[in-house]
């Protein structure tokens, strides 16, 4: 895949970015994908964000028929703390490669797979579907979640993030009526797991087949109290 790269001093969002799009196919209709990568590749040097999931594939050769969008989280941040400037690059680049508003998914690992969660949570009526790796977030508010298809992974034996940590999220939009799925990856270590999701699953395709259909965002959790 071809890429393009952008630098955190030449846009409003004071974040990296770099996009790969296919080489020997017409931009127009396809998806935008967005990967979220882990904390070890923050900060300001954008070829970190090859050693782990999605750019890890494509820098070894793998071709994707989307657009996909690599952000780099700043040093001193988690995602969770930037879901406001994440949106903001989703939306420029989603006008900039005429995406359909219908076919933005997201995904991410470690750390990227909190941030998957939370954007997830926080623009409840936009991304067609996510798929969080390795990762977790606040189950209180995982009513948030109910209309956004979500497959998550987790390796069984990751000590780093435990899957119990992704199996609240499921479980918690479960039991508001939701359809989480969440796939236990047997035998599998952290990075191990964040290698097997992306390269021997159906992760990639299932997220890459999704349209949303409701644009309706659930109503925020307490939003009675606000």
Same mark, same amino acid.
């Given at each position: 895949?071809?890429? #393009? *790269?952008?630098?955190?001093? &030449?846009?409003?969002?004071?974040?990296?970015?770099?996009?790969?799009?296919? *080489? =020997?196919? /017409?931009?127009?209709?396809? !998806?935008?994908?967005?990967?979220?990568?882990?904390?070890? *590749?923050?900060?300001?040097? $954008?070829?970190?964000?090859?050693?782990?999931? #999605?750019? /890890?594939?494509?820098?070894?050769?793998?071709?994707?028929?989307?657009? +996909?969008?690599?952000?780099?989280?700043? @040093?001193?941040? +988690?995602? =969770?703390?930037?879901?406001?400037?994440? /949106?903001? +690059?989703? &939306?420029? #680049?989603?006008?900039?490669?005429?995406?359909?508003? &219908?076919?933005?998914?997201?995904?991410?690992?470690?750390?990227?797979?909190?941030?998957?969660?939370?954007?997830?949570?926080?623009?409840?009526?936009?991304?067609?579907?996510?798929?969080? +790796?390795?990762?977790?977030?606040?189950?209180?508010?995982?009513?948030?979640?109910?209309?956004?298809? $979500?497959? @998550?992974?987790?390796?069984?034996? &990751?000590?780093? #993030?435990? !899957?119990?940590?992704?199996?609240?999220?499921?479980? @918690?939009?479960?039991?508001?009526?939701?359809?989480?799925? $969440?796939?236990?990856?047997?035998? /599998?270590?952290?990075? =191990?797991?964040?290698? *097997? @999701?992306?390269?021997?699953?159906?992760?990639?395709?299932?997220?890459? %087949?999704?349209?949303?259909? =409701?644009?309706? %965002?659930? !109503?925020?959790?307490?939003?009675?109290?606000?």
């Amino acid at each position: 895949m071809k890429s #393009v *790269e952008f630098s955190y001093r &030449d846009n409003p969002y004071g974040m990296n970015y770099q996009i790969f799009y296919p *080489e =020997d196919e /017409k931009n127009e209709g396809l !998806p935008l994908l967005v990967y979220l990568h882990g904390a070890g *590749e923050r900060g300001v040097n $954008l070829s970190h964000i090859l050693r782990h999931g #999605v750019p /890890k594939l494509i820098k070894e050769g793998r071709e994707l028929p989307a657009i +996909v969008l690599c952000p780099q989280c700043p @040093a001193e941040y +988690v995602w =969770d703390n930037v879901v406001d400037r994440v /949106k903001g +690059v989703i &939306d420029d #680049v989603a006008r900039r490669y005429g995406i359909e508003k &219908d076919r933005i998914c997201l995904t991410g690992s470690s750390m990227g797979g909190y941030g998957t969660f939370m954007m997830g949570k926080t623009y409840g009526g936009f991304f067609s579907a996510i798929a969080p +790796v390795s990762g977790g977030g606040m189950s209180w508010r995982a009513g948030n979640l109910l209309n956004t298809p $979500l497959w @998550a992974f987790h390796g069984k034996e &990751d000590t780093l #993030v435990p !899957p119990i940590c992704s199996q609240m999220m499921v479980d @918690a939009i479960n039991a508001q009526g939701g359809s989480a799925r $969440l796939t236990l990856l047997e035998n /599998k270590g952290h990075n =191990d797991a964040i290698d *097997e @999701a992306y390269r021997n699953t159906d992760l990639l395709s299932w997220l890459l %087949a999704q349209r949303r259909r =409701d644009f309706t %965002a659930p !109503p925020e959790f307490c939003s009675e109290l606000f």
